[in-house]
């Protein structure tokens, strides 16, 4: 099954904490050391890292991905 993980890194850069939501495909839990693409998807200045979910992308994705239209990859 598809999640749609959150978490956060301290950024050096900012001096802060900066939130981050990754959406991981359905074989991503148990595959050892196989790697995956990914796409990286930044939000707007007005928008954070709940935009993903917020705007109704990730269903859209796990329908993509059970329908086999696009291969895994991590967002």
Do not use: C
């Not at 991981?24 to 954070?48: K, Q």
């Amino acid at each position: 099954m598809a999640e749609v993980r959150p978490g956060t890194f301290r950024s050096e850069a900012l001096g802060r904490d900066v939130s981050y939501v990754v959406d991981l495909p359905p074989s991503y839990e148990g595959s050892g050391d196989r790697r995956f693409p990914v796409v990286y998807a930044l939000h707007g200045l007005f928008e954070g890292s709940g935009f993903w979910e917020r705007r109704g992308l990730a269903p859209i994705l796990a329908s993509l991905r059970q329908s086999k239209a696009v291969p895994e990859f991590l967002v």
